[in-house]
C-alpha cells in the first residue's frame, strides 16, 4: 500500500500528465487566424441609393442628379463559405464586420499611409476565425448611407458587391475591383495566421521553446528548427563535446563531456582502476593489471626486488625468492643480509 505521501505523487504525477495530454491536444486541435480587408476606395458619383434614390432627400423632377448632402458612406462585410451562386442574404459563417463612416458619395484611402501605419484603422476590417482555413470563401461587401435618426434598412442600403474566389494565407495583399449598380468599389484582402500557427489552414502549431520540452525555433513552414547545440525532432539532445565517448559518457547541456560511473577523462575514454593500484592499469572500470614485475593485488608487490633495488653489496648475488623478498650468496670473506660485513681481518 502507498503511504499518504505516495498517493499525494501518484496523484500529482498522474494530474500532470493529464495536463500535458490537454497541452499537446489543444496545440495540434486549434486553428487561429484572421481574414482582413481593407477599403482603399468607393465612388458613388451621383450620390444614389440602391434603391434609385437620393442619400439624402429625392431627386428634383428635371435633374437626374443628386443635389444636396453627401452620403455618409461606412462599409459592412460578411464572410461566408463557398458559393457557386452567391447569395448575397444569410448567416455570416465565417464572420462579418463593420466600418465607421469612411466618406461622402466617392473617397479614397490612401493604402500607402495604411501600410505604413497611419490611420491604422480606417477603412480595415478584420474578422478573425478559429477553425482551419478552408482557403474558399464568400465575401458580400455593403456600402451604407449613415442616418443618425433611423436604424439601418434596405432603404439606406448604397449598393452591395459580391466574390467568391480562393485565397492562402500569406502577407501579401490581394487587390479587388468590384462593380455595383451605382458604386464602385477597390478594397483588398489577405489571410493570417496567427502568431504560432502556420500552413494554408493556419492549423500547424509550432511555438519556440528554450525549456525541458525542447530548444527550439520554428522556420516560416512551422517546422521546429532547433538551436545551436541542440538535435532530435524535439531539439532535446545536446550536442556533446567534440570527441566526447557517447557510450562511456554523455551531457545534459551542449558542450559537455560527463562521464559515466568507471570512466575518467576529458572525453571519458579512460577507465578508472581498482582503488589503490599502485602500479598496475585497467581496461575496463575497476580492474588492477599489474606491470611487468609487480603482482599482489593492489600491484604492489615487487616480483624483481634484486633488479630494481641492487641491495647485494661486495660482489653479492641477488636472489630473488619471495614478493618483496630476496636473498644474497656472498663471496668468500663476506656475510650479512646484503653481504655488507667482511670476515677477514686486514
Not at 78 to 107: D, R
Not at 268 to 287: F, I
Not at 311 to 317: D, E, L, Q, R, S
Request: aromatic share 10%.
Amino acid at each position: 500500500m502507498l503511504d499518504c505521501g505516495g498517493r499525494h505523487w501518484a496523484l500529482f504525477a498522474a494530474a500532470l500528465r493529464l495536463w500535458l495530454l490537454l497541452t499537446l491536444w489543444t496545440q495540434v486541435s486549434q486553428s487561429t487566424g484572421y481574414f482582413e480587408l481593407q477599403i482603399n476606395s468607393v465612388k458613388n458619383v451621383n450620390g444614389e441609393l440602391l434603391n434609385g434614390e437620393c442619400c439624402d432627400g429625392m431627386k428634383p423632377p428635371t435633374n437626374v442628379d443628386c443635389t444636396r448632402d453627401e452620403c455618409d458612406t461606412y462599409v459592412k462585410v460578411c464572410l461566408k463559405e463557398y458559393q457557386a451562386k452567391i447569395t448575397p442574404i444569410g448567416t455570416c459563417s465565417y464572420g462579418s464586420g463593420s466600418t465607421p463612416v469612411l466618406g461622402g458619395n466617392t473617397f479614397y484611402l490612401n493604402s500607402r499611409n495604411f501600410h505604413q501605419g497611419k490611420n491604422h484603422d480606417m477603412g480595415r476590417i478584420v474578422i478573425p476565425f478559429q477553425f482551419a482555413w478552408p482557403r474558399s470563401f464568400t465575401l458580400i461587401i455593403e456600402a451604407w448611407d449613415w442616418d443618425n435618426e433611423t436604424k439601418a434598412d434596405e432603404k439606406s442600403l448604397i449598393d452591395r458587391v459580391s466574390y467568391a474566389g480562393m485565397i492562402n494565407p500569406e502577407d501579401r495583399w490581394t487587390t479587388l475591383q468590384l462593380n455595383g449598380h451605382v458604386a464602385h468599389f477597390e478594397a483588398q484582402i489577405r489571410v493570417k495566421c496567427d502568431e504560432n500557427y502556420y500552413g494554408p489552414q493556419c492549423n500547424k502549431f509550432c511555438g519556440p521553446r528554450d525549456d525541458f520540452v525542447g530548444h527550439y525555433t520554428c522556420d516560416q513552414n512551422g517546422n521546429k528548427a532547433c538551436m545551436e547545440g541542440w538535435i532530435g525532432d524535439e531539439c532535446k539532445q545536446a550536442v556533446c563535446k567534440q570527441g566526447c565517448n557517447l557510450i562511456r559518457g554523455g551531457c545534459s547541456v551542449p558542450g559537455e563531456c560527463k562521464c559515466n560511473y568507471g570512466w575518467q577523462g576529458q572525453f571519458c575514454d579512460e577507465c578508472v582502476p581498482y582503488p589503490g593500484c599502485a602500479h598496475g592499469s585497467c581496461n575496463n572500470p575497476w580492474e588492477c593489471k599489474c606491470e611487468t614485475n609487480w603482482g599482489g593485488l593492489l600491484c604492489n608487490k615487487d616480483l624483481n626486488y634484486c633488479g630494481n633495488h641492487h641491495p647485494c653489496v661486495n660482489g653479492g648475488t641477488c636472489m630473488n625468492t619471495e614478493p618483496d623478498e630476496y636473498s644474497c650468496a656472498c663471496q668468500d670473506g663476506y656475510s650479512g643480509k646484503n653481504c655488507e660485513i667482511g670476515t677477514y681481518n686486514s
